[in-house]
């Protein structure tokens, strides 16, 4: 089936880096722009930037451009996102998610389970 | 960057009631609008797409309307299982930004 898991979260110091990872299967990777999008616990969503189907093109949301960089790997099926110069607030649970085809383009209709990433001294 | 702004934040319905959530973008952004649902302690859904284009697996008593600035989503008829939080998103220019979301319970 349809499926987006990622891995690389946990605890990190500020000013640290992690990469994050996204495996997905069951669809053809190559045909969709992917997303990284956080939320806070208990809080909304804030989308971060995205990647396109051949890995040209990325825009950055200005709170993490700069410091986060989006890539992906179309013969592995993987999406990555490599961060930077970590900060407190960028403690989140950060989701993975595919970006519909054609009219649907930048909608989300696959999403990750999501993987935390605590930033903390 | 587009501003996306929900109303209300939070409201409470009977089972069997109309509900309607409201987004509005803070510039025109055509029909490129999206609905979803995040139930706790589940990963969001999208439910609607280009404004009124119900995703499949969606029940019929969604429905999405509008255009440019103003848009609606519309549970026509609340079931238990539609306690969730409700998230409009722009999908028009990125970065594709968030309403802060409304948050539907149980009267």
């Known amino acids: 089936q349809v499926q987006l898991v990622e891995s690389g979260g946990g605890l990190v110091k500020p000013g640290g880096s992690l990469t994050l990872s996204c495996a997905a299967s069951g669809f053809t990777f190559s045909d969709h722009y992917m997303s990284w999008i956080r939320q806070v616990p208990g809080k909304g969503l804030e989308w971060l930037l995205y990647?396109?189907?051949?890995?040209?093109?990325?825009y950055y949301a200005a709170s993490v451009r700069g410091r986060f960089t989006i890539s992906r790997d179309n013969a592995q099926n993987s999406l990555f996102l490599q961060m930077n110069s970590l900060r407190t607030e960028d403690t989140a649970v950060y989701f993975c998610?595919?970006?519909?085809?054609?009219?649907?383009?930048?909608?989300?209709?696959?999403w990750g389970q999501g993987t935390t990433v605590t930033v903390s001294s | 960057d587009i501003q996306m702004t929900q109303s209300p934040s939070s409201l409470s319905a009977s089972v069997g009631d109309r509900v309607t959530i409201t987004c509005r973008a803070s510039?025109?952004?055509?029909?490129?609008l999206a609905w979803y649902q995040q139930k706790p302690g589940q990963v969001p859904r999208l439910l609607i797409y280009?404004?009124?284009t119900l995703q499949s697996g969606v029940p019929s008593r969604f429905r999405g309307s509008g255009s440019e600035t103003h848009f609606t989503l519309t549970i026509s008829s609340l079931q238990p299982e539609d306690v969730a939080t409700y998230y409009c998103?722009?999908?028009?220019?990125?970065?594709?930004?968030f309403g802060q979301g409304t948050k539907v319970e149980l009267k």
């Open positions: 998103q722009n999908h028009n220019s990125a970065p594709y930004t």
């Open positions: 280009a404004a009124s």
């Open positions: 998610a595919r970006e519909g085809l054609n009219w649907n383009r930048g909608s989300l209709d696959v």
């Open positions: 990647i396109s189907d051949s890995g040209s093109t990325m």
């Open positions: 510039q025109g952004i055509s029909n490129y």
